[in-house]
């Protein structure tokens, strides 16, 4: 039953603001226009697009996805167009939907791509903040930046100089401690933390005996890696104090509010566009009823209100 | 033309023979704007295990309903083969390009030539439906007889249709291919489409390419968002990688790199 | 159609021989006397014992488990009655069954229990190999000892000094590299790699506001986990040469054999106990099956076979 | 007593009333050795999403079929509600110690009385069965009437029973734990024996102690294996941590520690 309270779903992430905490997670969400006949892109809280680099990427060798017991591998490789198409391109259209845009974007040899494409960003007003993707498992390197506390604080801080924009740092969950990571970021000067990116994960044709992706191995994503993300997000959100976008397995409102509860500010709606496109509208109408159902006025009053269990 | 997702209502779902299913679902907007190629992305389960939607061609419309027929091989289209008439399924369409076809030939004129492997009759049977005046040839091929489908679909329509199975069931014995060289030493075809397993549709391509015929190939990529946002599903070109799920799934034989 | 030959399956671990590479993983078979009613004990290639402390232990408040996506969370928290009840009441049955036994052990407090426990076990002839599990999510301590390179070298390096026993080090899969870990317990001595253990995970209940397990976070098994622990075996087995048990969500023969091609010697058969206690068993026949279809005449040419992928 | 894993054949399925079903199943050697109190654990799907076995109390046997009653809450006892009989069912058990009681008592003597508390009357009507010379009495609580199970059971087992309601919809308006302690003023039984939620096994082991009887409660815990092997389902005793499972899920009230 729907108590008289109209509750408050905008949060604040930096200088962001979003009307509600429901965005759409890199490399699930193209650059929006394939969903453009699904819905009604304009409720998002926000849209974080495919991730850039400076020159045009082909990709990993497919084939690239494989399905997991409720989740999915992927080796796509970061394809895309290049920062020029991209702005040229696909950027228009994101422009044309007037709601918080993120641009997802990494480097191919060395870190200073990032100050190249924070400058060219840097420059257009329609696009809302920057998030730093430090941690895609499919670039085959030995080490990604967010493995490795030192550069990561080295790339944030070089990054923080060159923008005034809202910086989100990106994070690998392959690490020994996830809050080291994130809290090289927070005294970096990164606005907030997004967690998780896919783990690394490989299958197996058994029948061939061959890798089930061309790139040997990928990021797991979906439902199965849920409470490793949720954890996370309650680790670092307990020990740094910088806002979270909450992600990894999120497919309704009860999973979402997991993230919320466990102290993410955000959440970002993955794997499951794939399956369900409808889910982050679903998402964004369930939060609010469940403000409603509980009596609380302001999303806000959720995040991180994790209570010890009894009975 | 738009994409649509619809909880459309399950007509009837029965077994066409072995491991085929012949599933109707009634969807308006769907059967209006399916071209011959197209392909539907079927969720078939509410939960999320197995995760991902099933790509499934068009095999055919009448009115608002939209037909398609599958192999039961795996978790999903097991699934879908419990699925009952009145029941609703999840189902994203239409999805891709088609064919790149003329629908009226110069009447006498040269015939188009539709070679299937297996279950890739799926679309043919709708591409043939929709080419007038001059009926394309068939040519399906398969392991053995019982997995030959859709031949009286075609002869319905008024097409000839020719047979080859590997262990010469029905028709000539060896593959369709082979089949496909005897009878471009009588005919020499407008356009070929083909669809079928990889390398079937790889020795069409280069049948095609010696003959100096026009090929039109149905691919097929695992998928995981089956709408272009992914880059999942891509197969290499001329032009670099592109998506089967919207750049394709039907593709000229010339863009193609094997 | 079965072909002519009769497969091997005996595979070597150290010093110890296991008539065919199927195990049950610590923690998910109690001591076997749980099972003997449902499966012949007789045919596994080993067992491995709940992990066992010097003193008893309690273990973690209720609720201890709960379901996730095509997976599981524990908090059980190593309860176990302490190495002298367990010498006395447990392995008495264990020993009766005539094979390898190898006893799971831990320290709460100090590496040193390490000491004392391999002292004591190492006096038994029936107890064929000790694992040393450094990696359980369960204790909240801040950080697991296979969490860090050189406390895991340290350790085990101590271990070897006190016993010839086939020594195995059971490592976490949450480490930024697993190799490196892998590599301190070769170099220190270790005659083997048990990986992986469970992953740190936690699912909350959104009604509640309150985590689903007493111990507020626990460790993730069972399918949902497979792509990440194949990976880690592929990862250890290209750069370390000692024997890998390879586990994590297996629960048929296909899964176990996504493990051996990618590099186990062994594998250990964990949560699936719980859903179908003859997992272990059919696996077992469905190994040879796979030898003798594929004409392969002794397991270890399957190990680690795999090849790249192509049309 | 052994414990079996079993393919059971499915004899029927069938709706009770609101969410309450009834499962019968063939298992000659469950049936054989179960006991008042012990359980069943049921794995609903061939797959692993949703993971783990469903623990369900034996409801009855009679020759070789074992009788269950469940209640639909989640995602596997939706998919148990789906089977038909004549399918398989993969069941283990019988599992953990039943309750203690004596079969025989002293006529004239003493009653039991057995306190269930919504669904928990599902062991409840298998150990008044078993209770021979004087019958027990029956204490049902349940949010209201429609929840009400196992009343006709009850009575044609010769047993007198009593009802409580939170809307006052039938019996007692209130707690079964209130009409206890009504009843308690009358008569002095020789003990309890009591199934239900959590909080009202902790207010009849409360009552049962004030009053200085006996009492013997069927407790529930989240299950992964069922057998007493992964230590997940423990509740606190006085002689520490024990096993729902095997050391349980019967335990008399001075053991446990609330
Ligand atoms: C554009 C297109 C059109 C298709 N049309 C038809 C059709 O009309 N009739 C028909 O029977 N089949 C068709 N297929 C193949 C069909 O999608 C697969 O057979 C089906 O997805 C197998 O699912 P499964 O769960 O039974 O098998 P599983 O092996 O359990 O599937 C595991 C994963 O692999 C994917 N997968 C497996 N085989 C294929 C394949 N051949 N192509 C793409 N993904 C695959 C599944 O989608 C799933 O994600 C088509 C595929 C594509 C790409
Ligand atoms: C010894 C014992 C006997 C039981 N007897 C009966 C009975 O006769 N009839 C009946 O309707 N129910 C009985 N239950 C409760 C029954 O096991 C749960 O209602 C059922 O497991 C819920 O599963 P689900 O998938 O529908 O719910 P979900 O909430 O989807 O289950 C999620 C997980 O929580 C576990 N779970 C949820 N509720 C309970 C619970 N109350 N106790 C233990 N595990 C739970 C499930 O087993 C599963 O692992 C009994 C429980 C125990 C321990
Ligand atoms: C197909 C696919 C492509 C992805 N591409 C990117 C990417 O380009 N950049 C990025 O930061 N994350 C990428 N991710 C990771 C997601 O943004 C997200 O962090 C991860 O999938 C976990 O969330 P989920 O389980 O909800 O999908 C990708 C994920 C998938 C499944
Ligand atoms: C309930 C439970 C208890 C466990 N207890 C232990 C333990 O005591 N010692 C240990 O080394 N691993 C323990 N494990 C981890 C398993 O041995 C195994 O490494 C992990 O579950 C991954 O394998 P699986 O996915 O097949 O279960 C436990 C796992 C579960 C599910
Ligand atoms: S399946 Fe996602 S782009 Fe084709
Ligand atoms: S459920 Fe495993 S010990 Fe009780």
Known sequence: ?311 | MKIVQVKAKIISNKKLSGHYWHLEFVSGEIAKSALPGQFVDLRVINGFEPLLRRPISIHGVSGDKVKIIYEVLGKGTQILSTKKGGQALDVIGPLGNGFAYKPTLKSGGAKNILIAGGIGVAPLVFLAEKIKTVKPLILIGARTKGQILCTQEFKALGCKVELATDDGSAGLKGRVTDLLKNVLEQVKPSRLFSCGPHPMLKTVSQIALENKIKAQLSLEEHMACGIGACLGCVVLTKSGYQRVCKDGPVFSNEELIW
Chains 1, 3 share one sequence.
């Open chain 1, 1 to 311: 039953m729907v108590k008289g309270i109209n509750p408050n779903l905008s949060v604040t992430i930096g200088k962001l603001v979003l009307k509600n905490p429901v965005m759409v997670a890199s490399g699930t969400f193209g650059y929006a226009e394939e969903f453009r006949d699904l819905i009604d892109l304009r409720k998002l809280g926000a849209i974080v697009t495919k991730t850039i680099t400076i020159k045009r990427r082909h990709g990993n060798l497919p084939p690239r996805t494989c399905e997991t017991s409720s989740g999915m591998l992927n080796s796509i490789g970061l394809e895309n167009p290049g920062i020029d198409n991209f702005i040229q391109k696909k950027l228009p259209f994101l422009k044309s939907l007037g709601i918080p845009i993120i641009v997802s974007i990494a480097a191919e040899e060395s870190p200073e791509e990032f100050e190249i494409l924070i400058k060219q960003l840097d420059k257009i007003n329609e696009v809302s903040a920057i998030e730093l993707n430090i941690s895609c498992p499919n670039q085959q390197k030995d080490k990604l930046i967010s493995q490795d506390a030192k550069a990561t604080f080295e790339l944030i801080s070089a990054a923080r100089k060159l923008t005034q924009k809202c910086l989100i740092a990106k994070l690998s969950p392959n690490v020994t401690s996830i809050s080291e990571i994130a809290l090289a970021c927070a005294s970096a000067g990164s606005d907030a933390l997004a967690l998780i990116n896919t783990l690394s994960g490989m299958s197996i044709d058994v029948k061939k005996r061959v890798p089930k992706l061309g790139a040997w191995a990928g990021g797991l994503s979906g439902p199965a890696i849920r409470p490793i993300a949720v954890k996370m997000v309650w680790d670092v959100y307990n020990k740094i104090k910088i806002p979270i976008i909450g992600m990894g397995g999120i497919v309704d409102t009860e999973s979402a509010l997991e993230f919320i509860i466990a102290g993410s500010t955000a959440v970002s709606v993955g794997t499951v566009n794939f399956v369900n496109p409808q889910a982050s509208i679903e998402i964004i109408a369930g939060l609010k009823q469940y403000l409603v159902d509980n009596n609380i006025q302001n999303l806000n009053n959720l995040i991180g209100r994790l209570k010890a269990c009894k009975d």
